[in-house]
C-alpha cells in the first residue's frame, strides 16, 4: 500500500510535464457482484455464509486529474464511495434453526489510478486502485463481521468523452486482498474471504 501512495504522489508531482493536464469531478454508482458461498462450522455452530443474489448500489463521487502524453494519458482519482454489504447465515446453532442477514453499510475512500490510450472514439484503461474505510459498519446483536481498514485491488474499462468537457465511463474493479477478514458468532471466530467484484458506472466534467 505504501509503494501504491509514493507512486500516487509522485505522479501528481510530475503532472506539469506532461503536455495536457485537465481537471474534473465525477459521480457514478456501483454494484457488487456475489461471491461464493463459505461453510461456517464449529462447536455447535453449522452454517453457511453467502452474498444476498439481488445487486445492490452505491453511490461513488469525487474528482480526477488526467495528464496527456504521447497519445497515453495517466488519471488518479480521489473518490468517496458508499456500500452496502448484505449476507445471509443460515444454518443451525446449538441445534437450533438460526437465520440472520447482515445488512451493513459502508463509506470508503477509493483512489484507482488508470493508465489508457485512445482507440478511435474510445478510451481504454486500466490500472491499480486503493480503499480506505472510514468506519467499521454497526455491529449486530449475535454476528460480529470483522473488515480490512485498507484493500488493493485493479480497475478496467472503457469510457468516451463528449465535447472535450463530459466523461462516461464503465469499469470492472477486482479485488486483490480480503474486504472481510472474520466472523464471531456466539462468541467464536471463523476466517471469510470476502473478494467481491463490482460494476462501476461513472459521469464526470473536465474544466
Known amino acids: 500500500m505504501k509503494k501504491f501512495f509514493i507512486v500516487l504522489f509522485t505522479l501528481l508531482l510530475a503532472a506539469p510535464l506532461f503536455s495536457q493536464v485537465k481537471f474534473g469531478i465525477k459521480a457514478g454508482v456501483s454494484t457488487d457482484f456475489p461471491y461464493s458461498s463459505q461453510e461456517l462450522i464449529g462447536d455447535g455452530v453449522d452454517l ?6 439481488n445487486a445492490q448500489w452505491g453511490f461513488q463521487g469525487g474528482a480526477f486529474l488526467r495528464a496527456a502524453f504521447g497519445g497515453f494519458y495517466v488519471q488518479p482519482e480521489l473518490l468517496i464511495a458508499t456500500a452496502t454489504n448484505t449476507l445471509t447465515l443460515e444454518g443451525t446453532i446449538d441445534g437450533q434453526p438460526f437465520n440472520e442477514v447482515l445488512d451493513q453499510k459502508f463509506t470508503k475512500l477509493n483512489i484507482p489510478v488508470m493508465l489508457g490510450f ?12 486503493a480503499s480506505i474505510l472510514f468506519s467499521d459498519p454497526e455491529e449486530l446483536t449475535d454476528v460480529k463481521a470483522t473488515y480490512n481498514k485498507a484493500t488493493f485491488g485493479y480497475q478496467a474499462g472503457v469510457g468516451f468523452d463528449l465535447f472535450e468537457r ?39 466534467f473536465m474544466f
Open 48 to 53: 453457511v455464509l453467502e452474498d444476498l443474489e
Open 118 to 129: 485512445k482507440l478511435a472514439f474510445l478510451r481504454i484503461h486500466a490500472g491499480p486502485a
Open 166 to 204: 463530459l466523461t462516461f465511463d464503465i469499469r470492472y474493479e477486482g479485488n486483490l486482498s480480503k474486504f472481510g477478514e472474520e466472523v464471531e458468532i456466539m462468541g467464536e471466530t471463523f476466517t471469510f474471504d470476502d473478494r467481491s467484484s463490482s460494476l462501476i458506472l461513472h459521469l464526470g
